[in-house]
Nanobody, 123 residues
Framework: QMQLVESGGGLVQAGDSLRLSCAASGRSFTSYGMAWFRQAPGKEREFVARVSWSGVTTYYSDFAKGRFTISRDNAKNTVSLQMNSLKPEDTAVYYC????????????????WGQGTQVTVSS
């Protein structure tokens, strides 16, 4: 199995930046594509960004393009999400996920999930 632990969430104002981090342990980190999802209260979990096992290929949801950057450090077994120009609608619990499936935009494409970290953006 793999364990994922997110950190870096908090309360910020609109326009601020925040960097989330996910620490992985267990199975070989380099064998998995990594992604960030988010879920607001009463809403479905939605895809944010994905980075391949090599770190070369990345994909972003439309709302994340130009504002968020996903990256990974295989030497440290971590994946990060740099979030800039945050908006109130970015408020959600952000989850780190790992998977080998090619279905990288949907939750069932991932086998392991962290507990999530809360991001709250005030107006």
């Amino acid at each position: 199995q793999m364990q994922l632990v997110e950190s870096g969430g908090g309360l910020v104002q609109a326009g601020d930046s925040l960097r989330l981090s996910c620490a992985a342990s267990g199975r070989s980190f380099t064998s998995y594509g990594m992604a960030w999802f988010r879920q607001a209260p009463g809403k479905e979990r939605e895809f944010v960004a994905r980075v391949s096992w090599s770190g070369v290929t990345t994909y972003y949801s439309d709302f994340a393009k130009g504002r968020f950057t996903i990256s990974r450090d295989n030497a440290k077994n971590t994946v990060s999400l740099q979030m800039n120009s945050l908006k109130p609608e970015d408020t959600a619990v952000y989850y780190c996920a790992a998977g080998t499936s090619g279905a990288y935009k949907v939750t069932f494409g991932y086998d392991y999930w962290g507990q999530g970290t809360q991001v709250t953006v005030s107006s």
